[in-house]
């Protein structure tokens, strides 16, 4: 903490990580490529994967925050952030 003034939030590190994944995604989207293909927003070499994120959703539990993600190619993930240390006053 810098100031005294109480710890940052799951939902807070799950916003920013929503962000960068939708700024990654709009870059893909945008970028394209000279031969007029887009670039893919998730890319594997190694299993020779590649896909577009269609769904990214957040949602808050009783642990934290849950990022879903839902690719164009049949897969779901499941992104849980979690706080690993309390905030004054919760224990």
């Known amino acids: 903490m810098t100031d005294g003034s109480s710890m940052t939030k799951a939902c ?3 916003a920013v990580l929503c962000e960068l994944l939708e ?5 893909c989207d945008v970028g394209g490529r000279p031969s007029g293909d887009h670039h893919h927003h998730i890319v594997s070499a190694v299993h020779g994967t590649r896909a577009d994120v269609e769904i990214l959703s957040s949602c808050e539990n009783e ?12 897969a779901t993930f499941r992104i849980q952030v979690e706080s690993l240390s309390a905030s004054p006053g919760q224990e």
């Open 23 to 27: 700024t990654h995604m709009q870059a």
């Open 12 to 14: 807070t590190v799950a």
């Open 63 to 74: 642990d934290g925050v849950e990022i879903g993600l839902t690719l164009n190619d049949g």
